[in-house]
């Protein structure tokens, strides 16, 4: 999570994380802390259970994370995105970090530039973007289905019921 303004989105994206078995998480530049009010009402616990970091400087942290091999897959709307749905065409043999940006300004361009791909999530009504706790957590659940091939595994079929 690249300068994301609101608490409640980071909040938001933590639950998102956790119940896609998703971490770490990483915070940078002005991203509100887990410790924020906001955070945890969002977050509802998650923001004590999944492991997380922060950094000022959210272009250091993928540099380092690309030398350890990990794939970095920008969320955004930029020109050069492709679908979502074309990463089924796309060995994904690495770890892979989902990296989202600024709710207004998007993903950091020179963070955009070190991202291996970037995607896009396909909508058919005039706005072209989406909350971005929700594209978060459709991104998150796709990788999911693609790299295990079916949702999370340890599902409570009778809890997920009410």
């Known amino acids: 999570m690249d300068n994301l303004r609101s608490a409640y989105n980071v909040g938001s994206i933590f639950r998102i994380a956790d119940a896609c078995g998703v971490s770490p998480l990483y915070l940078g530049g002005i991203t509100p802390l887990p410790t924020h009010p906001g955070v945890k009402k969002t977050a509802l616990g998650a923001e004590e259970t999944l492991p997380w970091s922060y950094t000022p ?59 291996d791909t970037l995607v896009w999530i396909p909508m058919r009504g005039y ?28 599902i409570d079929e009778g809890s997920a019921r009410g």
Request: with cysteine.
């Open 57 to 115: 400087n959210s272009v250091k942290l993928a540099q380092t994370l690309k030398h350890e091999g990990y794939f970095l897959l920008g969320v955004e709307t930029a020109g050069n995105a492709r679908s979502l749905f074309d990463l089924e065409k796309i060995s994904l043999s690495q770890p892979v970090t989902i990296v989202v940006g600024n709710e207004i300004a998007g993903i950091d361009p020179g963070l955009q530039h070190l991202c």
């Open 127 to 154: 706005k072209r973007s989406l909350n971005v706790a929700v594209a978060f957590g459709i991104v998150a659940y796709f990788l999911r289905y693609l790299t295990r091939g079916t949702l999370p595994e340890d």
